[in-house]
């Protein structure tokens, strides 16, 4: 049996969970995941769109389906992105599939760029610093936030490396938020298919939690706790790093695990600080969005 | 004073093609570089661990070099943090805040600070301390506060006093 699984006509972090409700808990039969109505997909979408082929890949009873955007234009936009390449890996992909490398555009900050160890932790912070220009400029931000950015994102690229037990993907797109926030807005999608933050943390924390043990409080702890699965005390600094960041240029974190997912909301946003009871989805997957600065 | 470049321990001990201190595996092997060459001198000496040339340092690459280095190696020898920049203070100061650490940094325009964990009595006293002569001001510390932030300085080897500091006597 093959079940449909509708990739959302938007997707971002905003639709995710109707993309994960979509896939269900995975098992069973072979899944296609049907993007050819698929109009628009943000660094978030198309990473965890690869993470969820990784796991159906890995753990269905066939390679995973994918019909490729029928828009050209969308089509080719996920080319250039680098999605194509990384999801021939995970998918046999179907419908016309553009043959054009990944290439920079302006507004691609990072091509989505596979995360398997620490070289490649090394690889994402040279090219996003190579950028670190247009990141100044694009946002309105000192140095020092470019800076910030750059530590940001090695240590969510890191938290793969260290706690997800396989590879991930990183993508980093701006965007002119006109009606959300009349505002470019800089965005990060890092995602994996992983063993999730529950299970990372068991070891070490469960035994302190007890019954409370969840998804929701495995997020709680490894974000405004500093846990991590390690015992070494200097371990478990960098979510609450990349916290630190983005609530001082008034930016957005989230990060879903399992079925629970927590977020830093900004002031322009509304989103639920911390959501328990959805659909089950593997790995983490973590969103950041930082805003220009207001001109003062 | 023994002075060691951490770029050229990043290039030597991990790539020259990194031009970043990021991720543990990488600051745990510029760590091992530093202590290989903390064993080439005394203890006496000041070790100067210069940052000047790295741009970028994250914050499991600053538990490793500087957290770490500082846990094993912080009461037997000195140290000084030299050529930090703003964001590598981002990253160093929290770390030194978990272990409960203190460290001196100058950086790239040799303005001196105590990042970390130090009580706000023995941090104006550094101040005091660090600032150049024609800006000295007296702090006017209490003579309770005074014991307290020299207790501090000799827990922290910031001063040569081998024994506890006596407590000021009661009037």
Redesign the interface.
Known sequence: MTRVVDVPSHFDDRSFEQFANACGNFTGDRLLFDAHATQWASPFGLVSLLAAGQWAAEHGPERPLLTAPSDRDVAHYWARAGFFTHAADWFELHGKVPRVAATHSSDVLLEITPVRG?DD??TV??SI?ERSAAILAELGLE??AA??F??AL??AC?NI??HAGTSGWVAVQTYHWRRRLGRRVVVIGVADAGVGFRRSLEATQADRFGDRWSDASALEAALFH?ASRFRD???G??L??IA?YVNRWSGKLAVRSGTARIAIVPQWDDDQPLTDGLATFPGSQVLMIVPAQEAK | MQHIDVKAILERTVSMTYGDLVTRPTGKAVRGGIEAALQETDGEQVAVIDFGTVRLLDYSCADEVVGKLLLEHGRARYFLLQGVTASHCEAIEPVLERHGLAAVARDREGRVRVLGHVPAGAREALSFLTVGSEEWHDPHLPEETAHEVLEFLRRQRGTAAAEPVPPPAAE
């Open positions: 620490s932790v090394h912070v040279e610093q140095a020092t800076m910030g750059a530590m090695s240590e890191q490396v260290e500093g005390p200097g371990r600094q960098g609450g790093g630190r």
